[in-house]
């Protein structure tokens, strides 16, 4: 429900805070005194238009705050969620106007965009109006509220479970046919590159193996000029181990006298040839660790440039080959098994398409039933609101050839308002007051069909007196028990069966000064003063008084 609603700087209104209770309540006035600028307020903080026009003269900004208490799962909460924007407590909505034209708005304090303060706006609150062009007139949500109306959720999911089951199993056919064509269109090639990679057989991290390994070898075969050099010298026609060992040996020969004398060069020369064979040794180490096959360079190299150029070929880098490998073999595999998958899929299809339709035609027999059922139910509600000639029509055109998550039906709502005329569209055919009353008993047969918590009626009764706007009353009391009610009225059969009752004046600040909109709730005697007003009009008599306590006595019985 709508607990506060606050007000500042806009068109008339300087500083208004208003609280309002569940149930009817009623806004009263003379003509000119505010009520349309209350609703445009109301709109504003609901994300309607903005307009430049709203700011109060003489200020900066104007700014509207609409404070909803709200069930846990209502709609509007949800809505919320899905934004991030916390509802732990009340919806708070607000709008700032600017007299330069800017608007801002929030929600629980949170910037929001000026449509989704509309989206939460419309889950929270409905005004309906002689030259209301949205809500119930709106074509768009009647299927919806037939729904609501008949109870028929289970039947409606039904139906959008199987529309979004059959929609799956097309995109499924269209692309196994999509692969199957393309597969047939590329099979040469396709067989050319599953031959070409499967001989191939390339692994991943093959690549950088190779490298690697390239690396090692080129680097030991660079090392092996090296070897042959060091064998060369150690070895060679010109190698000193063999000078070196006939210089020892001429030298053990001496005599004993001359062998003391060259022992030291001779323990040298020994130490030398000692060492020459433990650098032999180390080069035939060397020579060892160095073995391998002279070709595996050029193996490897191949491998690696076979890899490389087919990676280059296909636009990937080497790693990605299997995969590309097992994407053809896949496009083969789709050709070879393609009509086979493709049929079976085509008959899950067909199965889909037979669930929806047998779900479609359920739902649409069930809307069928629920539209004589609401014709019949609002037609009951208009001989009371002067509207017995005419007729309320659930106008229902079905097409069994369409495929649509909502069914066959297409729904909308005419009426006849005379007999002998052609019925139409309610927008189309009723005059304002009779839409308003149209809308008034299709409002109280949808009461508690999932409507929104708030409804306000701008000046419904207006044209009518007497027992059609005692009529007006009845419903709009009645409606009052499901949802929270506003009425703008001038009615007094009306305001006598407000549960609350709002008075709306215009006021002098000053004298000579700007005037100001007020709004006051009324007790009781206030409220008979006021109704005895409506009845009697500027000079209020005692008859009107007494009038007034006997209406509103009776309304009370």
């Not at 995109?171 to 599953?194: F, G, M, P, S």
Request: with cysteine; proline share 3%; aromatic share 4%.
């Amino acid at each position: 429900m709508l607990s506060t609603l606050s007000v500042r700087n806009i068109v008339l209104i300087d500083q208004l805070d208003l609280s309002f209770e569940q149930g009817l309540t009623v806004l009263t006035g003379e003509t000119g005194a505010g009520k349309s600028i209350l609703l445009d307020a109301l709109t504003l903080a609901l994300g309607g238009r903005g307009d430049a026009a709203l700011v109060r003269e003489g200020a900066d900004s104007g700014q509207v705050v609409a404070v909803l208490s709200l069930e846990h799962d209502h709609p509007a909460r949800m809505l919320l969620r899905e934004n991030e924007i916390a509802d732990d407590a009340d919806i708070i909505l607000r709008r700032v106007q600017h007299a330069d034209g800017r608007t801002r708005a929030f929600v629980n304090d949170q910037p929001v965009s000026a449509g989704l303060l509309r989206s939460v706006g419309g889950l929270l609150v409905e005004v309906h109006g002689q030259h209301d062009d949205r809500a119930l007139i709106d074509a768009a949500t009647h299927r919806a509220l037939l729904d609501a109306f008949g109870g028929l959720g289970m039947e409606r999911e039904a139906v959008r479970a199987a529309h979004a089951a059959f929609a799956e199993a097309q995109r499924a056919v269209e692309a196994q046919r999509a692969r199957v064509e393309k597969a047939a269109q590329e099979e040469d090639y396709a067989r050319h590159v599953v031959e070409e990679l499967s001989a191939l057989k390339a692994e991943p991290g093959e690549e950088e193996t190779l490298s690697e390994r390239r690396g090692w070898l080129m680097g030991l075969e660079k090392a092996a000029g090296e070897v042959n050099d060091a064998d060369e010298i150690l070895n060679g026609t010109n190698a000193p181990g063999p000078a070196l060992a006939m210089l020892l040996r001429r030298l053990t020969r001496k005599s004993e006298a001359e062998a003391k004398l060259f022992e030291p060069m001779a323990e040298a020369l020994d130490a030398a040839l000692v060492a020459l064979d433990g650098a032999n040794e180390a080069l035939d180490g060397i020579r060892r660790e160095m073995a391998f096959d002279p070709r595996e360079l050029e193996q490897v190299e191949e491998r690696l440039f076979a890899l490389r150029a087919a990676a280059r070929k296909h636009q990937v880098e080497c790693d990605a080959l299997p995969d590309i490998l097992a994407q053809f073999e896949a496009d083969l595999a789709a050709l070879e098994s393609g009509e086979e998958t493709l049929a079976a899929l085509e008959a899950e299809m067909k199965a889909a398409e037979a669930a929806y339709h047998k779900a479609a035609a359920a739902l649409s027999k069930a809307r069928e039933k629920a539209a004589a059922a609401l014709s019949k139910a609002v037609g009951k509600e208009l001989p009371d609101l002067k509207l017995g000639s005419a007729r309320f029509i659930v106008d229902r055109q079905v097409d069994e050839n369409k495929i649509a998550a909502s069914g066959y039906d297409q729904i909308e709502f005419h009426v006849q308002t005379n007999p002998g005329t052609s019925p139409g569209p309610m927008m189309k055919v009723a005059s304002g007051g009779e839409l308003s009353r149209f809308l008034l008993a299709l409002k109280v047969v949808l009461a508690d069909k999932g409507s929104v918590p708030v409804l306000i009626f701008d000046e419904i009764d207006t044209g009518v007196g007497g027992a059609v706007a005692d009529a007006i009353g009845k419903r709009l009391a009645r409606l009052a028990d499901a949802v929270q009610v506003l009425s703008v009225t001038h009615a007094p059969q009306v305001a006598a069966r407000a549960r609350t009752h709002l008075l709306i004046e215009k006021q002098a600040i000053e004298e000579g000064a700007f005037m100001r909109t007020h709004v006051k709730p009324l007790d009781a005697d206030a409220r008979g003063e006021e109704v005895a007003r409506m009845l009697a009009g500027a000079t209020i008599t005692e008859e009107a008084r007494a009038a007034a306590r006997r209406l509103m006595s009776e309304v009370s019985a």
